[in-house]
């Protein structure tokens, strides 16, 4: 029976004490390099580490490798191989040796290998998926969805605060295509909603990015500023809130991710969406319907902070019913 990945990757301690001195010394200077040099982000750094650590357990339990130098072609397609028979899909693998090419290609530069033997292996091709996309009317139903306050007296409770501020979360994602961490990560010195309505988003590898933002994400943005951000900022008990936040949670807190998310799905019940939802949701609409409206691919590049177009064309996809309206409406036989 296949085990699941997740239960054979050891963490750091246990790859220190498993792989040879020459690996995890390696691997340290790795790390350092994409987190000093490179500038990566945090999570992405430690992305890398968690996929190594567990490629050098497997080589050190599987090969008895102690020196990047032993290291084989044909274990790194084994290694591959194992992670198939494990249960990991096309993109978790292909994730995984990303982070292998990179470091072999560290190590030949660090002159701890000769060559790189993971040079001519490829990433197993998956089936091909589209992105999980709300149409523009399930999208309106969505933000039509929250439970705006009727008034100043109800928005100056705190579920009237947080409401508000629901609602400029989600019209502010779908404005602006931002991924989760980068709505929760908005400072009130980020946004310019009097003057040029733009929006300074942080995306992967500390890369800023300045994005229009619309009449609608504005207008429920100055309505929370107004009437639900200063109860929510009220609410803290010890210590000093979060000032620079745009968004608060009930305690005065930066607002976190996995709280984004349940904002998210909560909201997508009330307005019976039956589609899976999840914050890149919105980012995914916010590129499709881009797309569908005439812009090039190349702007949504800019607007989404992709470092590859080839990123960014998985939304030039054709929904079935315009591939239908098309075909209706050009074919000389169609009809």
Not at 107 to 113: G, I, L, Q, S, T
Not at 186 to 208: I, P
């Amino acid at each position: 029976m296949a085990t699941n990945t997740s239960n054979t990757v050891k963490t750091a301690s246990a790859a220190s004490h498993a792989a040879s001195t020459a690996l995890t010394c390696l691997l340290d200077r790795f790390v350092a390099h994409i987190a000093v040099e490179r500038g990566l982000a945090t999570a992405t750094v430690e992305a890398y580490e968690s996929d190594l650590n567990a490629y050098l357990v497997w080589l050190h339990e599987r090969r008895s490798i102690d020196d990047p130098r032993a290291i084989s072609r044909q274990d790194v397609e084994d290694y591959i191989a194992a992670l198939d028979q494990a249960g990991d899909g096309a993109r978790s693998k292909a994730r995984r040796l990303a982070s292998i090419h990179m470091f072999h290609r560290f190590a030949v530069a660090d002159h701890a290998a000769e060559e790189d033997a993971s040079a001519s292996i490829k990433a197993p091709k998956g089936a091909s998926t589209l992105p999980d996309v709300l149409t523009i009317d399930e999208v309106t139903r969505l933000l039509d969805a929250v439970p705006v306050p009727a008034d100043a007296a109800q928005a100056a409770t705190l579920d009237g605060a947080a409401a508000l501020r629901d609602k400029a979360l989600l019209e502010c994602m779908y404005a602006t295509g931002a991924r989760v961490s980068e709505a929760v990560g908005m400072n009130l010195d980020d946004l310019d909603l009097d003057d040029a309505h733009v929006v300074r988003l942080m995306g992967k590898g500390s890369k800023q990015r300045l994005v229009p933002i619309g009449h609608y994400a504005c207008e429920a943005l100055q309505q929370y500023f107004a009437l639900g951000r200063p109860i929510l900022e009220a609410r803290i008990r010890s210590g000093h809130p979060e000032r620079r936040a745009v968004f608060l949670n009930r305690r005065g807190h930066r607002l976190s991710r996995q709280s984004a998310w349940q904002i998210i799905v909560d909201t997508g019940k009330r307005a019976h969406i039956d589609k899976p939802l999840h914050p890149h949701t919105l980012r995914h609409s916010f590129a499709t319907h881009l797309i569908q409206g005439g812009a090039d691919v190349r702007t949504v590049q800019e607007l989404l902070g992709h470092a590859s177009v080839t990123t960014t064309q998985i939304y030039t996809h054709v929904s079935p019913e315009n591939l239908i309206e098309t075909y209706l409406t050009a074919h000389p036989r169609a009809r």
